[in-house]
């Protein structure tokens, strides 16, 4: 019967403990967000996502939250073949139409992130800074490998 009330004399300290360690923290006006949102709604109103590979270059616009708005690649534009897929003249002309939805949606700021290492990231950069959308800031989110798998053997011919 005695621990019985100790247990209940403890609950109620820590009730109060909490109760005063939420006052706390609401009266200090920290509030948790979201990093990667908080940071971007300050400058800059669209990301710029482009995936370039060794076949193709695909340029998709979201908004903050990251909901696609426009999707666009260079073989959907009618460039046939590798080749084709992988030249400037093709990542300029899927740029030229992901820029002009952009700016038909109001957008003059944008956050890019490059994928992949082909030629196109170099193309990418140039032409967007001839366009009236200005670079807010780069992220580049390409894979790279830290010691992880074993790389295949070399081929010898």
């Known amino acids: 019967m005695f621990k019985l009330k100790e247990f209940y004399q403890y609950k109620r300290e ?3 403990d909490n109760a ?3 006052d706390k923290l609401l009266s200090c006006k920290f509030q948790p967000t979201n990093q990667k949102n908080s940071v971007l709604a300050k400058s800059c109103q669209a990301i710029l996502y482009v995936k370039s590979s060794k076949n193709n270059t695909i340029v ?3 908004n903050l939250k990251g909901r696609v708005q426009f999707i666009k690649s260079c073989g959907s534009l009618g ?3 590798k080749k084709k897929r992988t030249t400037k003249f093709a990542v300029k002309s899927t740029l030229c139409f992901i820029i002009k939805k952009a700016q038909e949606q109001g957008h003059q700021k944008v956050f890019l992130h490059l994928n992949g290492f082909a030629r196109a990231r170099s193309a990418v950069l140039h032409y967007l800074n001839k366009n009236n959308l200005e670079i807010e800031g780069i992220r580049d989110l390409t894979p790279n490998p830290h010691n992880g798998c074993r790389p295949k053997k070399v ?3």
Do not use: A, C, D, Y
């Open 155 to 157: 081929r010898r011919v």
């Open 14 to 16: 820590l009730k109060k």
């Open 79 to 81: 460039f046939q073949g």
């Open 20 to 22: 005063n360690l939420q």
């Open 60 to 62: 998709s616009l979201t």
